[in-house]
């Protein structure tokens, strides 16, 4: 199948999901994250902010910020199409929406970083593969940061598990997370 056309289909499905059920599958994707060894030693997490019946990140987020682990969220910057890490210190009070109407921080809370100091990365995508590919939104704004960041950093997705499709016909330039986690397991890449 085209990537276009399983990214459609995909999408439809998601939208297809109850906000009941979302919530509760995304709880279960989380608490799953929560438990990793990955999760418990990273103390730099970058994480997007879910937007349109995405697996619901802003548990991570405060839980993180509680247990004092620091969150970086991405700042799409649409002329040059890559992503400003920037740290958030309280979910509550420092975002407004931004670009593709995703939730970013207020002008005067962009705190930038660098993706140097990042420990794990949790990466959107609309359809993964066993093998870790992942088809987004078709930006390429993810691709494109993820070439810059080292292999030993780990990259993380969160998905609903009809997400997870056998396999993605990759490109070239696709850079494939490390991990998979739906609310039925945990999914370590699988070597092409």
């Known amino acids: ?3 276009s056309e399983l990214r459609r289909k995909v999408l439809n499905k ?25 999760y418990k030693n990273a103390n730099y997490i970058m994480t ?18 509680e247990i004092g682990k620091k969150i970086i969220i991405p700042i799409s910057l649409t002329e040059s199409r ?5 740290e958030l210190k309280d979910y509550d009070n420092e975002l407004t929406t931004g670009a593709y109407g995703i939730l970013e921080p207020k002008k005067e809370y962009i705190r930038k970083v660098s993706s140097q100091i990042l420990d794990l990365i949790i990466v959107p995508g609309v359809v993964f593969d066993k093998r870790g590919y992942r088809i987004g939104y078709g930006g390429g704004y993810y691709d494109k940061f993820l070439l810059n960041i080292s292999k030993s950093v780990p990259k993380v997705a969160l998905a609903f598990d009809f997400q997870v499709v056998e396999k993605i016909n990759e490109e070239k330039h696709d850079i ?3 991990y998979i986690i739906t609310e039925k397991g945990i999914v370590k890449r699988a070597n092409s």
């Open 82 to 86: 890559e992503l400003l890490l920037s």
């Open 14 to 38: 998601r939208k297809e999901l109850s906000n009941r059920d979302i919530v509760n599958l995304s709880d279960k994707i989380i608490d799953l994250l929560i438990n990793t060894t990955l």
């Open 1 to 3: 199948m085209e990537k």
């Open 48 to 65: 997007y902010i879910d937007f349109r019946n995405e697996v619901k990140t802003e548990k991570l987020i405060k839980k993180s910020l």
């Open 176 to 178: 494939p997370v490390d």
